[in-house]
């Protein structure tokens, strides 16, 4: 085992902060934005903790000049967003009106960041679809339609942006958009089977239709930056994959230790065996039989060898145990438990404020190695990585900006990914923590943080660093080869 004081990180590595245009933005009804289907989502009574939205979140609409002093006493290298994509086309459509504000918005930003020296990465989707698609067509069960409709848009972007953006993320964690919003039905648009919930959806059916056609829409995007603007624009393009560590919940029951990859497959190599492999895990095709969408070649044609590197966001890792038996008809995970202790009741982490989120660093240099192996060493940039804090939303100001607990998650992550690259081999190039601020936390809401920067959501969005905020610059000046 290695450790923090002997791993590095190569000298030309990238580090910096995420954030996603819904979680920060605010100024919904500004400049021409249509509502996206978290606008629509968060004005269902019960969905989101404390009853919040997006509405203004951190209003960085109109304070990005504050959002870049952030980045610059930061350190920051490079900053992760995402764009609007009702801000750009409101109503979504590839034969709806382009907002040029939209547009103007985003250029000026851009051009801002680099004026401070900071690079940009930019994500096309973080979930916030244009609800009139949704409306329109089903959004993204429709696969004709949404793919036709991304591929328009991402175009538009890439003819608008590529010539000052080098780095851009198609989709933003497809599993959640697939089974959150789908199958659980806890984010937009909120379909799932339990009639409790929602009236509508198939949780056996549509967290693989709306997997598959992301994959195919990201494919169709990927083959538009290369064919037409990748040789002019010298950039690159990947789609970002979540998923967390898997330890047996006990580690000598074989079923247990074999449910910890099928576990990471449902989660990860849904997505990326068709990328890297050019079909589902095997896994999956078996318990899921036809429900699984088949391949037609056109769409694997897109989508096989479609990452020039893999997007990880990671947090945390869970204990598994196998179930026995059938599965059930609605079970998204392999036909397993996620567990938080393991069979002697040992926790596989602290507990932060978010219920699926416990700290466990070396899972994430294993998680990093399974990739590698799996994938044949692809370079990977690390999207998203951070925590909540257990209380943070209710301690008094002085003991939130004192966020120690942060800080030592940075620590243990960023040395664990140092492991993964010295003594591993892993070819990690780039991290984004998360988060550049406190933003709004989906269907948490606002009381569940994950920023480096406490936003003061009764004062105006006021901004104020946290110890963290300095903490990641120091640890990467301690990892980052000297040249
Ligand atoms: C990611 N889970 O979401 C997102 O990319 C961010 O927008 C988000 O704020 C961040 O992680 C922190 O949550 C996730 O339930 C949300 O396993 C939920 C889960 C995983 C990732």
Not at 35 to 41: L, V
Not at 94 to 113: A, M
Not at 147 to 156: G, T
Not at 232 to 246: C, F, P, S, V, Y
């Amino acid at each position: 085992m290695g450790s923090i004081e002997q791993s590095t990180l190569p000298a030309d590595f990238v580090w910096g902060f995420a954030t996603a245009a819904y979680q920060i933005e605010g100024a919904v009804n500004e400049d021409g934005r249509g509502p996206s289907i978290w606008d629509t989502f968060c004005k269902i009574p019960g969905k989101i903790a404390g009853g919040g939205s997006g509405e203004i979140a951190c209003d960085s609409y109109h304070r990005t000049h504050e959002d870049i002093a952030l980045l610059k006493a930061c350190g920051a290298k490079a900053y992760r967003f995402s764009l609007s994509w009702s801000r750009i086309i409101a109503l979504g459509g590839r034969n709806d009106p382009v907002n040029e504000k939209g547009l103007q918005f985003y250029l000026r930003f851009i051009d801002d960041l680099h004026a401070a020296g900071i690079t940009p990465m930019v994500t096309l989707f973080h979930w916030d679809l244009p609800d009139e698609l949704n409306k329109r067509y089903g959004g993204l069960l429709n696969k004709e339609e949404f793919v036709a409709d991304f591929a328009n848009y991402a175009r538009l972007v890439f003819k608008t942006f590529g010539s000052k953006v080098k780095h851009w993320v198609t989709f933003n964690e497809p599993w959640c958009s697939s089974v959150l919003g789908y199958n659980t039905g806890s984010f937009a648009p909120g379909h799932t089977s339990d009639r409790t919930k929602s009236s509508v959806g198939d949780g056996s059916t549509e967290p693989w239709i709306v997997g598959h056609n992301i994959l195919v829409a990201h494919g169709a995007a990927v083959k538009i930056y290369r064919d037409e603007f990748k040789t002019q624009d010298g950039g690159e393009i990947g789609i970002t994959l979540n998923g967390d560590w898997a330890e047996p919940w006990d580690p000598e029951n074989p079923a247990d230790v074999e449910a910890c990859d099928r576990k990471i497959e449902f989660a990860i190599s849904w997505f990326a065996d068709p990328i890297y492999h050019g079909r589902y895990p095997e896994s999956m095709i078996k318990q899921l039989g036809d429900r699984l969408p088949a391949w037609i070649p056109e769409d694997l044609a897109l989508v096989h060898g479609s990452n020039d590197f893999y997007g990880m966001n990671h947090y945390c890792a869970n204990y598994i145990r196998a179930k026995t038996g059938q599965p059930e008809l609605n079970d998204i995970a392999g036909n397993l438990e996620l567990l938080l202790e393991d069979k002697n009741g040992v926790s596989i982490g602290p507990i932060t404020q978010s219920p699926w989120l416990r700290p466990c660093a070396v899972g994430f240099r294993k998680l990093l190695k399974w990739l590698s192996e799996r994938y044949g060493y692809p370079k990977i940039y690390v999207t998203e990585n951070g925590t909540s804090v257990l209380g943070e939303n209710d301690m008094p100001l002085e003991q939130l900006l004192d966020d120690e607990f942060r800080v030592q998650y940075f620590k243990d992550y960023i040395g664990a990914m140092a492991d993964a690259f010295t003594l591993d081999g892993v070819n990690v190039r780039a991290y984004m923590a998360w988060s550049l601020m406190d933003n709004f936390e989906w269907a948490e809401g606002y009381e569940t943080r994950f920023g480096v920067t406490y936003v003061d959501y009764d004062h105006d969005q006021k901004r104020i660093p946290k110890k963290s905020a300095k903490s990641i610059g120091q640890i990467f000046e301690r990892l980052i080869q000297k040249v």
